[in-house]
């Protein structure tokens, strides 16, 4: 089914919560829509595509999250571990404009993207709150995903943050937002 979804340019989004289940929501584009620009399946569509770098070591995690954001209009290159993820991201020369980490207490990686794409916003997503103290303490474009995964709201997330990101980059400097 998963081979048949993507090839018609389609999404699978999940979300899972241990000892309730799965929903598992699939989504086609709608005939004759241009499929290199699909708009966003949800409210707030992205004005053009967003490349995002995904990382997480649980394939499966990874491949829910990645067709949840590909479904959501960004384009996706995903990474295994931070390893691979760094070397993503040098590859792609500036042209990443958000990260999505599984793992918060990757630091030393996320201080790696960071010096590689400084304006970049970080979303990080976890099944605790682990991630809230980077978030406390760091700038305005880190954010913090706890709970269940759900593929759908960090799909949404993803898209907020960087709508919002795009929005003060196009501000004049010196208006306030």
Known sequence: ???????????????????????????????????????????????????????????????????????????????????????????????LDLLCLAHPSEMDFIAGFRALYPRAPVLLWSDSTAGSDITDDADDWVEHVAGPFDSTALAERARDLVARRRAEADRPSGVAS
């Open 1 to 95: 089914m998963k081979t048949i979804v993507e090839q018609a340019n389609g999404f699978v989004a999940v979300r899972s919560e241990v000892g309730k289940g799965s929903i598992f929501t699939v989504g086609f584009p709608v005939a004759g829509a241009q499929t290199s620009e699909t708009p966003a399946r949800t409210s707030g569509a992205i004005a053009h595509r967003a490349s995002v770098l995904l990382v997480d070591r649980d394939a499966s995690t990874r491949n829910a999250a990645s067709n949840a954001l590909r479904g959501a209009g960004f384009e996706v290159h995903e990474g295994s571990d931070t390893v691979r993820g760094l070397a993503i991201a040098r590859r792609q020369r500036g042209e």
